[in-house]
């Protein structure tokens, strides 16, 4: 097998093998306008980009988030970086946050014919494209699960427009709340019109009138029919899935400062 070698933007090389890749966890990075552009006013109060201290947080219903230090994603974290943290090259002990590398963005990172670009240029023949900062509305808002579907409602439309569903290489994954069965099949056919092939479940119990029940619950046996039928790919990934809440049975919140779910701090369990 014979391989080619190409620059970073940090100068580290990358290694390309002939046969194509098929990246199953790609992402994008969602520009305030993601949520925003096609969100009614209604629920703009619940989820808005302020400003404190000189930086661009994020307020979901009031509350100013950490989940995502930096919502607006003006630098991120460069491709490769977290690679030494997850072979457990890290004998300091730092969290995924302190060991990342980070370079400013760049309109590949939500735009789709830019980023088709970048593909060619790190050797990607394809990629699942999963959201950001999208997984933190259902665990921050999932006592308002009309603002929740309004959202994704919003995203949905975002990639639509600045992505496109699918163009044979990219797979945007489409976002849907199983929280009211007759919207959720109705979002579904929306998104599969567009080209959707890929669909987003939040891999937790679905809040609902009647307490949490399981995504299998027969209440939604009309959305998962219609899955069934149009052989549509249903994905989970990593986001606020309420189980946080356990690592503070096991730490002392107070102490640690920590009220919410942070994916790049470290946990009792990371």
């Known amino acids: 097998m014979t391989v080619q070698i190409m620059d970073r933007p940090e100068g580290q090389p990358i290694v390309r093998p002939e046969y194509p890749i098929y990246d199953a966890d790609h992402h994008y990075y969602e520009t305030p306008d993601a949520f925003l552009r096609h969100l009614p006013k209604e629920f703009r109060s619940a989820f808005q980009y302020v400003t404190v201290n000189g930086r661009t947080k994020l307020a979901v219903d009031g509350h100013i988030s950490d989940y995502i230090p930096n919502p607006a994603f003006e630098v991120v974290a460069a491709p490769g970086s977290h690679v030494p943290f997850y072979r457990a090259e890290n004998p300091e002990g730092k969290s995924l946050r302190e060991m990342s590398q ?141 189980y946080d809440m356990m690592y503070h049975y096991w730490t002392d919140g107070e102490n640690t400062g920590i009220s919410e779910a942070r994916p790049f701090e470290r946990t009792a369990f990371k």
């Open 102 to 242: 980070v370079i400013p963005s760049d309109p590949a990172f939500h735009n789709g014919a830019a980023h088709l670009k970048m593909l060619d240029e790190q050797g990607i023949h394809a990629a699942v494209v999963y959201p950001t900062l999208a997984s933190v509305i259902e665990g921050h808002l999932g006592h308002k699960p009309h603002v929740v579907r309004a959202l994704f409602k919003s995203l949905n439309r975002w990639v639509a427009d600045e992505y496109g569903f699918t163009n044979g290489r990219q797979f945007p994954v489409a976002a849907i709340s199983l929280t009211d069965v007759d919207e959720a099949v109705a979002e579904l056919d929306f998104v599969m019109k567009a080209g959707c092939r890929v669909l987003l479940i939040r891999p937790a119990p679905v809040i609902t009138r009647d307490g949490g029940l399981p995504i299998g619950h027969k209440s939604f046996d009309p959305f998962w029919a219609r899955v069934n039928e149009a052989k549509i790919l249903v994905a989970h990934h990593v986001s606020d899935s309420g």
